[in-house]
């Protein structure tokens, strides 16, 4: 035939549409004609030209002529309808399961691969793109394979378990490196098909809490020394720090898995009207540090330091003790400041009051704190066993702007 003779056979030549997965029909589509037109000649003669020989051959070559203007059922809705019939074969069929290395027990192993039945889409979809224009379309029925045992895969899988057991990252608490060794803490991990790290924390969790029980200072007693210079342990309230230990062990094992040699502590929590962990960046003092707001019920006074300078001392009246609305004894903290402020709430024989002050600066989220009081008339230091406040420290009028200016929010306020 000439090329115009060859042409106009590829343009009457009709397509069954019937696409074969080894000897099993999978679809049966419509048939349609080939989508060739005069504009394909040019490529025609190209392929007539390039089958010409030098010397005579009887060796056999395939050559392949795609139409310019593309047939849209065959390159999308037909190989659409293929694919999605081979995705709903493969759901009663066998995945096949891939070899593995995974570490457990602190041992690295490698568990066995096993063959599947399922059709591998991706390769026949490949086939199906070289046979696209043929009547009809015989493709190989190519199956998933699993990655095997002594596959590159595998070793690659077991050199990054090697390489995360020879780890350690440094773990910064309060300025100070505490090294968290994977040999140690990490017996159970496994390696995704990405080379992506899962690592157990349960190990890594368990030194969080040893170091929450033995550096945290949330509810715990503190050793404080007084303005008199006596030395006393008081019960932390509001005041202090602890780790997050869920959230922070989650940060160290992305850190293994990253490769990361240090990390910071971040999720320090507290309580009060702050739950960020007030006095976690004090390292002074056992904690309290230098700048704090000493309250002595028994002496009816306060002391405010600064730096660990007194800047104001005055005589005060605490809760009323006879009705058990003593001020509550503890290591507390500013939660804020307000100035003027209304203050509402209820005390013996008040069941419910609402009065303004000019400075307004509590530490217990129950509404304990500082405040001027120009209605008291009775500032003696035994005022406060039978006419005390509802719990405030009640401070005269006349100190109280003092007392307020040298008040900072979240620093320690400390109760005996």
């Not at 098909?193 to 503190?222: A, P, R, V």
């Not at 709430?345 to 129950?366: C, D, M, Q, R």
Request: net charge positive; glycine share 6%; proline share 3%.
């Amino acid at each position: 035939m000439t090329a115009e003779q060859a042409l106009k056979k590829l343009k009457s030549m009709d397509l069954t549409n019937k696409v074969y997965v080894g000897n099993k029909v999978l679809v049966d589509g419509k048939d349609t004609k080939a989508s060739f037109t005069d504009s394909d000649l040019a490529e025609v003669k190209r392929v007539f030209h390039s089958q010409r020989t030098f010397v005579p051959s009887f060796k056999e070559k395939n050559y392949t002529i795609m139409p310019e203007r593309a047939d849209r059922y065959r390159s999308v809705t037909l190989k659409q309808e293929v694919s999605n019939q081979l995705k709903q074969l493969n759901k009663n069929l066998q995945a096949p399961k891939d070899a593995q290395a995974y570490m457990e027990d602190g041992k690295i192993s490698v568990s066995k691969s096993k063959k599947g039945n399922q059709y591998d889409i991706a390769e026949i979809l490949k086939e199906y793109d070289k046979q696209k224009y043929n009547s009809e379309i015989h493709l190989k029925a190519a199956r998933l394979q699993p990655v095997r045992e002594n596959s590159q895969t595998v070793k690659q899988e077991k050199q990054k378990l090697e390489e995360l057991s020879q780890q350690t990252v440094n773990y910064v608490l309060q300025e100070k490196n505490f090294p968290f060794k994977a040999s140690d803490l990490i017996k159970n991990a496994s390696v995704s098909k990405n080379m992506k790290l899962t690592i157990d924390t349960s190990g890594i969790k368990t030194k969080l809490k040893e170091l929450n029980k033995e550096k945290s200072t949330l509810h715990k007693n503190y050793t404080f020394k007084t303005h008199s210079g006596s030395v006393i342990s008081v019960k932390g309230q509001s005041y202090g720090w602890a780790i997050d230990t869920d959230k922070e062990a989650e940060r160290i094992a992305k850190a293994f898995q990253n490769g990361r040699k240090s990390v910071k502590a971040y999720y320090i929590y507290g309580e009060g009207y702050s739950t960020i962990g007030v006095g976690y960046h004090v390292l002074t003092n056992n904690g309290i540090g230098d700048t704090y707001a000493e309250v002595s019920i028994n002496d009816q006074r306060i002391w405010i330091y600064k730096d660990g300078k007194l800047k104001v001392t005055t005589r005060v009246v605490t809760g009323r003790h006879d009705t058990h609305e003593d001020t509550p004894k503890g290591v507390w903290y500013i939660e804020y400041k307000q100035s003027p402020s209304v203050l509402e709430g209820s005390e013996a024989g008040n069941p419910h009051y609402s009065i303004k002050v000019k400075y307004w600066a509590p530490f217990t989220l129950g509404g304990v704190g500082f405040h001027d009081a120009s209605w008291r008339t009775n500032w003696a230091m035994d005022a406060y066993l039978k006419h005390g406040s509802g719990g405030c420290v009640n401070t005269p009028p006349s100190v109280m702007k003092s007392v307020y200016d040298n008040l900072e929010q979240n620093e320690p306020v400390i109760v005996y």
